[in-house]
């Protein structure tokens, strides 16, 4: 049963690496080949260059670097004053916050689009990240997170002297790990992979275009070299890859601190 | 209604031997504690009986059926966890109905078992209830009330009052045995409670780091333990062990020499072969703080219980000795040099100082 | 002469209360202010654009239409049939998608040696994207160099050609992309199944379906709801892998879901921002009414545990 589920997920990955070294010709033979016997390297490097993929991983790199460390930042500074401060009408706009996971992005893309034109972030980095740098999920979640914390902490480290920062960055925080790694991995998985925005956003030459719309355009200019196209889809995958064999455990454990409420 | 049969059953985990070569016998609907400190392997005895945990060596016999491939659905037996395990989406009635539903049988009769065993335990007015709306001790009555609903051959209860508080646990450890009395079922029951061993059990088998230390009824076991594992586990306070050395006193009687004095070697020893140093079961009833006995020791404390006393206190090379007496006597303050004597040398018990097996009567 | 102050105390409380409200609104300001601009300034701005439409001509102003633009869109064969694929795609790719990440669980929640690379491998599609899935897909489902005629799968037209079959092939490739996340989840459901409680079902009787239909799933059921809510919300969603797979031939091809639609309206040949609002506001009020229903007549038979 294990092994009929495994081939179910990885034989798409399988072939796809496969068919990334054969010869064009090769993979429409019937039946296909398991196994490239001789591997063709070339599909790679023409994904690379005539693909521009390696300026689209850099420019997803830098979207997706804004975009996690701008949710990070709002987040925790915006959870940490709904679970610790007091200040008028918290509750409303605590509802407020939480209201904006009711609305899903596909719904404002439409006034986006003209707002980010008319602020001239068109085909810039601005326009790809700053509608995203704010999640109201994230704040939810981590909100949880410190009131879970036990609540004489806090008292504790004000009579030791300590502000609001310093116990926020030095106590708060790292007991609030398992969270914020959760948060970072949502946050992260959602900036790489996303497309519509990028799409409506950048324009046709390369200063902000993300790898998701480079994978679309290199299909639509190597219609034929079916392997360039597979061997862009791996380049575009290697580094989340990477990073899931290095960071499986927290991984695994980050996503499942978000789905177990 | 069975007999349970370990013939050298083992079981390891990784690196860790939790149990070790057992044979042990269990008699048709006798009530037989597993008793021993945790991580002694009881548990896992029980888990294998139950199949939930596979013997690596060895076979387990529930009558006359070897059971080692059984399936636990298949082996007619029925347990208590420590942690009740109730179903917690069902409720009670719902819970109490569970097994009956699996072995297909049909609606009334559920209903009317469920209702018989839910009156037996008191659980008639919870049976809408579920369990997290339900104190500790009702859980508890429903953890029962599940094993009993099937009437299966074996009842196995895994230290089923540890998480009772104080009063509750006595009055439900008497309504256990009362229950197993009346069902006649054949029940192995894990504690590392030796009050609750002493108090319940037809016999005790007292179990440590896996291997099977003694099995016999609570008396036997008090009188006579078979090593000072269990002279030390069992009674409150536990047997006092002594080390001492043998010599021979003045008029060339054998006497048993100690930190704090001599005593004359128990009768029952006398015409014994005795080695060079030993070690001295003395109960603490059967010694007494008295002007003319032959030890000396300086009392540590003395802890009042109230109908007796503790005397706790110690021979000059640090050896701890307990005396329990009446509460009407005396007691001596902190710090108070006393003499201790023998009062019933007919219950002294030696011991061998390097293997702790009980020294034989010759 | 020193006159103790009654009034002191109570301002220096004020003053640090004041302190601390204004601290509060500072760091709750960068994101609402991110909110006010991005979500809910173009929630709000689709009412008042939807009541607007532009001509297909270009440079044209748009003019005040009122509702009508709306009514008409609203009742537009093009809307109902994108309606019709939005539902029907929904409906494959949610109920699949939790029975296969559960499935997966189960497989690996086992005790055996080495199950953690298992786990690892049915996560993996965690990483990646709509897009890469889609290209994936799209070249296997390709009619000339695909792998399709070799598995005996030869339709007439081609899977992503056909319009009976591309929704479902969508759909598939949908449900393959989103193994590894729905994996994840419900292994984590699974881990937090008391262990002693399905011993104790063991005991009592049941058979390893009985133990999982009576037992385990009950105590999953939030996750499975959570997991139903989250799952149903993305899937009206999707338009990554519709762009790639049917691109602009989805309309022929009944892929043509309401986000697909949305976009045909930013950037076709004819934008018409009014049209997109109309339809923003109709995924809006589906997300919602799916998700209040989902609330009031599943969230019932979820059990929470106290």
């Excluded at chain 1, 519509?196 to 070299?225: E, F, H, M, S, Y």
């Excluded at chain 3, 996750?223 to 993305?234: C, D, E």
Aim: charged residues 15%; contains cysteine.
């Amino acid at each position: 049963m294990l092994s009929v589920l495994t081939l179910i997920v990885l034989i798409p990955l399988y072939v796809t690496v496969v068919n990334s070294l054969l010869q064009p010709s090769l993979i429409a033979h019937q039946p296909p080949p398991l196994f490239p016997v001789h591997p063709v390297w070339n599909a790679y490097s023409t994904a690379w260059t005539q693909g521009d993929l390696g300026i689209y991983l850099r420019n997803s790199a830098i979207a997706t670097a804004i975009i996690v460390s701008g949710q990070l930042l709002t987040t925790i500074f915006a959870a940490y004053a709904f679970a610790y401060l007091a200040f008028p009408f918290k509750r409303t706009l605590f509802v407020v916050f939480l209201s904006t996971m009711m609305i899903p992005f596909e719904v404002t893309l439409v006034s986006n689009l003209a707002t980010v034109t008319q602020l001239g972030w068109y085909n810039t980095f601005a326009g790809l990240t700053v509608p995203f740098l704010a999640t109201g999920f994230g704040t939810f979640l981590l909100r949880q997170s410190f009131l879970q914390l036990p609540g004489d902490l806090r008292e504790a480290a004000q009579l030791d002297g300590y502000g609001h920062i310093r116990f926020l960055f030095r106590i708060a925080l790292p007991l609030a790990r398992p969270t914020v790694a959760a948060l970072a991995v949502f946050s992260f998985l959602g900036a790489w992979n996303q497309y519509l925005w990028p799409l409506v956003v950048t324009g046709d030459n390369n200063a902000i275009r993300t790898v998701q719309i480079g994978l679309k355009q290199l299909q639509a200019t190597q219609a034929n070299q079916v392997n360039v196209t597979l061997a862009g889809t791996i380049i575009a995958a290697a580094p989340l890859l990477v990073l899931l064999i290095v960071f499986q455990k927290q991984l695994v454990r980050g996503l499942t601190a978000g789905a177990v409420k | 209604m069975a007999t349970i049969e370990f013939a050298q059953v083992s079981k390891r985990f990784g690196e860790v031997v939790a149990v070790d070569d057992l044979t042990l016998s269990v008699v048709d609907g006798e009530l037989l504690v597993l008793l021993g400190p945790s991580g002694c392997g009881k548990s896992t005895v029980l888990r294998m009986v139950a199949g939930l945990d596979e013997p690596d060596g060895g076979t387990i016999m529930i009558g006359p059926e070897t059971v080692n491939d059984v399936e636990p659905r298949d082996r007619d037996v029925a347990m208590v966890f420590q942690s009740y395990a109730l179903y917690p989406h069902l409720t009670v009635a719902r819970n109490l109905e569970f097994p009956l539903r699996q072995r297909g049988i049909d609606r009334p009769e559920r209903e009317k078992t469920v209702g018989e065993v839910a009156e037996s335990l008191q659980l008639t007015e919870l049976l809408s209830r579920k369990p997290a709306e339900l104190s500790g001790g009702q859980r508890q009555r429903v953890a029962l009330g599940r094993a009993i609903v099937r009437r299966p051959s074996v009842f196995l209860m895994d230290e089923p009052l540890s998480n009772l508080d104080a009063a509750l646990r006595v009055e439900t450890r008497a309504n256990i045995v009362t229950l197993q009395q009346r069902l006649e079922t054949t029940t192995m029951y894990v504690t590392h409670d030796q009050v609750e061993a002493m108090t319940m059990g037809d016999r005790i088998a007292v179990i440590s780091a896996g291997v099977l230390q003694q099995v016999a009824t609570p008396r036997d076991l008090y009188a006579l333990p078979n090593n000072v594992f269990v002279a030390a586990f069992l009674g409150n306070p536990p047997m006092n062990l002594v080390p001492a050395t043998v010599a021979t006193g003045g008029d060339g009687a054998t006497v048993l020499r100690f930190a704090g004095g001599e005593i004359p070697s128990p009768p029952a020893y006398r015409s014994a072969d005795l080695p060079e140093a030993v070690i001295v079961g003395l109960r603490s009833e059967s010694i007494a703080v008295h002007p003319d006995g032959p030890l000396t020791a300086t009392t540590t404390i003395t802890e009042v219980l109230g109908a007796e006393v503790h005397v706790i206190a110690h021979l000059h090379d640090g050896t701890r000795l307990v005396v329990r007496q009446d509460a009407r006597r005396p007691a001596p303050r902190r710090g108070e040099l006393i003499r201790i004597r023998v009062e019933e040398a007919g219950s002294v018990l030696l011991f061998d100082p390097d293997s702790g097996k009980r020294l034989e009567f010759p | 002469m020193t006159f103790v102050d009654l009034h002191r105390p109570l301002r220096r409380f004020s003053t640090r209360r004041r302190r601390e409200a204004l601290i509060g609104y500072a760091f709750i300001l960068p994101p609402l202010l991110v909110f006010s601009v991005f979500t809910f300034y173009p929630f709000l701005h689709n009412f008042k654009q939807a009541l607007y439409e532009t001509p297909p001509f270009p440079n044209q102003p748009s003019r005040y239409v009122g509702l009508h633009q709306a009514g008409h869109v609203l009742s537009s064969s093009q809307f109902l049939q994108s309606l019709t694929s939005t539902i029907l795609f929904t409906l494959i790719v949610v109920p699949l998608g939790l029975f296969a990440g559960l499935l997966l669980a189960v497989a690996a929640h086992r005790r055996l040696r080495g199950i953690g690379i298992y786990r690892t491998i049915f996560s993996s599609t965690v990483v990646t994207s709509v897009a890469i899935a889609a290209v994936i897909f799209g070249t296997f489902m390709d009619p000339v160099v695909g792998l399709l005629p070799w598995l005996g799968i030869n339709t007439s037209p081609p899977l992503l050609e056909n319009p009976t079959w591309a929704l479902l092939a969508v759909a598939l490739v949908t449900v393959w992309q989103g193994l590894g996340l729905s994996f994840i989840i419900m292994s984590a459901g699974l881990q937090s199944v008391p262990d002693d409680v399905l011993e104790a079902a063991e005991i009592d009787g049941a058979s390893p379906a009985a133990r999982f239909w009576h037992v385990t799933v009950p105590l999953l059921s939030p996750i499975l709801f959570f997991a139903l809510v989250i799952g149903t919300i993305s899937a009206f969603q999707s338009f990554g892998q519709i762009d790639l797979l049917t691109g602009a031939n989805s309309a022929y091809l009944h892929t043509d879901v309401l986000t697909y639609l949305i976009y045909q309206n930013i950037q076709g040949q004819a934008p018409n921002p009014g049209t997109a609002s109309v339809l923003s506001i109709a995924l809006f009020v589906m997300t919602l009414m799916l998700t209040l229903i989902q609330l009031r007549f599943v969230e019932l038979r979820v059990h929470y545990a106290q």
